[in-house]
């Protein structure tokens, strides 16, 4: 895909996610808001960097010494948003919608694009290792909590929303763990992140993580 | 590595961590309730003044209370679960409250008013031996209802099944008309102490 090609793109999907019957329809259920909703929006922005890496300035580049700074920027953003508060305030408050919109592709996707490519293997592995218990244990909270969390979910909505993170983490770490020890590697793409993949440099290891990253 | 990358972590470490301390006030609240219970400690909410019907018909505001401690939950008569716990917690507190000779009321608001009319609120009052302390009312008109709504922050989805699902939390309003806590269910016996305590503050 040509730069164009790509910005163009990304910022459609951006504008069909907040299209109000689309993004009310993807907020309706806590799951489909954690699990759908939010991971698009990060691939939006992974989306984006396809083209603004072409227009990166070199000191960026230099600065995100080993892709150090962004991802721990997308490690922020991601846990700020797993949080119950603010599940509930992006579908109550307007604002807090707004920013879910801008800062998901902005602050989340955008610098895992650009940094994903800098991070040496190892340090892929322990972002996926860290990454992947904390969206079971986050998952196992929302089962365990004996109340509703959200004022704006029901709680067998919670407790769809917490079995669909653990699934995605059992599915993520099976997947990682084949990776790891049997070599094998998702049909999709040879440079697929999880774990083994070492393709830095490829186009194709920017389009890895989006769909996970929840 | 270059002199650019300490600044740009440190730079990308405070962003993070403040709007991980803004979004948990201090890292003390992980939901939007618990926010609010905690805005509502530090500073007390004023109220709307509301105009509600109550199960004998007769009209009264909301500011008709001024001068003494109010305890305030939101319900909807035709509520399987949740609100007959609720009833019953409020039933014990107004004996306790009676006993104790203690200068507080009770105020039962319906997010309902469209099915909860006079004969519906008489009928609940009757359920749980609402007496003249206790009343249970719902707001006239809708503007007022949202008024309530919005000043309490309840928020009321649909269960799916024909009723509805809402905040469980009970509501101290001071002597001067203020909301000044939002307590979690709790025994009867601990929640009027707290909310004394609180309004007296």
């Given at each position: ?9 990304a ?5 069909i ?35 603004v ?6 000191w ?14 997308v ?56 990454f ?5 244990a ?57 774990v083994?993949?070492t393709?830095a ?14 | ?14 962003i ?15 939901t939007?309730a ?49 609100c007959?716990?609720?009833?019953d ?15 507080i ?18 009928l ?6 609402a007496?003249p ?35 469980s ?13 939002i ?19």
């Amino acid at each position: 895909m040509n730069a164009r090609t790509i910005a163009i793109s990304a910022a459609a999907s951006w504008l069909i996610l907040s299209l109000p019957p689309l993004r009310l329809a993807l907020e309706r259920e806590m799951a489909v808001q954690m699990a759908v909703q939010m991971p698009l929006l990060i691939a939006v922005g992974v989306l984006l960097a396809g083209w603004v890496r072409r227009y990166e300035p070199h000191w960026l580049d230099d600065a995100d010494w080993l892709g150090i700074s962004g991802i721990v920027l997308v490690v922020f953003g991601t846990s700020i948003w797993m949080l119950p508060r603010a599940l509930d305030e992006a579908v109550g408050e307007p604002l807090v919608d707004l920013a879910k919109f801008l800062s998901l592709p902005l602050l989340v996707g955008l610098p895992l694009g650009l940094s994903w490519r800098r991070m040496p293997p190892l340090g892929r592995a322990f972002i996926w290792a860290n990454f992947i218990p904390k969206l079971g244990a986050i998952g196992g909270l929302y089962l365990a909590a004996p109340t509703r969390l959200c004022a704006y979910y029901r709680l067998d909505q919670q407790n769809l929303a917490g079995w669909t993170l653990i699934a995605i983490a059992v599915a993520l770490g099976l997947t990682s763990f084949f990776a790891a020890f049997v070599g094998w590697t998702p049909s999709c793409g040879k440079h697929l992140p999880p774990v083994a993949a070492t393709g830095a440099g490829s186009e194709s290891t920017l389009h890895a993580a989006p769909h996970i990253l929840a | 590595m270059t002199r650019g990358f300490p600044i740009l972590l440190g730079l990308v470490l405070s962003i993070g961590m403040a709007a991980l301390a803004f979004e948990t006030d201090g890292f003390r609240v992980v939901t939007s309730a618990g926010a609010r219970q905690l805005a509502v400690e530090r500073q007390p909410h004023p109220l709307p003044d509301v105009r509600l019907r109550d199960q004998n018909g007769s009209l009264f505001s909301l500011s008709d209370y001024r001068g003494k401690p109010l305890l305030v939950d939101f319900i909807y008569t035709r509520c399987p679960t949740l609100c007959s716990e609720r009833g019953d917690d409020f039933h014990r507190m107004m004996e306790l409250a009676n006993n104790a000779d203690a200068q507080i009321d009770f105020l039962s608001i319906s997010f309902d008013p469209e099915n909860d009319d006079s004969e519906a609120l008489r009928l609940y009052a009757d359920r749980y031996g609402a007496a003249p302390r206790w009343r249970i009312a719902a707001p006239t008109d809708a503007p007022g209802l949202s008024a309530l709504l919005q000043s309490f922050d309840v928020v009321v989805i649909p269960d799916g099944m024909g009723g509805y699902i809402h905040n469980s939390a009970i509501y101290v309003v001071d002597a001067r008309g203020r909301l000044v806590r939002i307590l979690d269910p709790d025994a009867p016996v601990r929640i009027l102490a707290t909310a004394m305590q609180a309004a007296s503050q």
